[in-house]
């Protein structure tokens, strides 16, 4: 079984469609998180949630709105996409310091 | 604040010869420290983490980092490189007191037959 497991793993899109993507990870983590990984492979942390509550909150903006309906799910909702969302999202959820990463959800915006 | 710098973007070496990845850290505290592989097109995988017992630590498919509190270091190393090992790999620092993660700007390893 996948521990960390996100959907879709590819999502194309015209620019101005608000879209999602799912998270679930079976791991029994309470802390999850979204990262953000550009062209250049940089990851940088968006946001953080623990037991379903908001820890961290980089800044990103607020078109991206992450939503945990319980502490094994945390999704991620774009609205009105633009060119310069076009990334590789990674979910991952930790424990003890040691995170797991899902496989990573190639959003590409056209 | 915490942070990692990945002194080189890109390692290029041949299948057999050893693998040095350097990483260095800059931490107030007591740092928590990592390392990931990201193979082409998958998600990140740990390979080792320092969390402040052996200053050598040994990983998965025989890496292994030593913890270097006078250099501030923390560099990866493997005796023998194998084709499989070309990969993307992240030094990551944890934020101290969350499990904030902060990565390096990555390090790509070739590896030459």
């Known amino acids: 079984d996948t521990a960390v497991s996100q959907t879709p793993k590819y999502l194309v899109t015209q620019m101005g469609n608000d879209k999602s993507i799912k998270c679930e990870q079976n791991?029994?983590?309470?802390?999850m998180y979204w990262y953000k990984q550009d062209s250049k492979k940089f990851l940088k942390i968006m946001f953080s949630?623990?037991?379903?509550?908001?820890?961290i909150n980089e800044t990103v903006p607020n078109r991206f709105s992450p939503k945990s309906p319980d502490k094994a799910h945390l999704n991620l909702h774009i609205n009105s996409l633009e060119l310069g969302d076009s990334a590789v999202y990674f979910c991952?959820?930790?424990?003890?310091?040691?995170?797991?990463f899902g496989q990573g959800t190639r959003l590409t915006v056209v | 604040a915490q942070s990692v710098t990945q002194l080189d973007s890109h390692v290029s070496v041949s299948e057999g010869t050893p693998v040095l990845l350097r990483c260095n850290y800059s931490?107030?505290?007591?740092?928590?420290l990592f390392w990931y592989v990201q193979h082409p097109n998958k998600g990140l995988q740990l390979l080792l983490k320092?969390?402040?017992?052996?200053?050598l630590v040994k990983g998965i498919n025989g890496f292994e980092a030593e913890f270097k509190k006078s250099e501030t270091s923390f560099h990866l190393t493997k005796p023998s490189a194998h084709m499989s090992d070309a990969a993307e790999y992240f030094c990551?620092?944890?934020?101290?007191?969350?499990?904030?993660?902060?990565f390096g700007t990555g390090t790509r390893l070739q590896v030459f037959p």
């Open positions: 990551v620092v944890s934020q101290h007191n969350t499990d904030k993660l902060i």
């Open positions: 949630y623990n037991n379903k509550e908001l820890i």
């Open positions: 991952a959820s930790s424990a003890e310091g040691e995170a797991f």
């Open positions: 791991l029994g983590h309470d802390t």
């Open positions: 320092y969390t402040s017992a052996a200053t």
């Open positions: 931490s107030s505290y007591s740092p928590s």
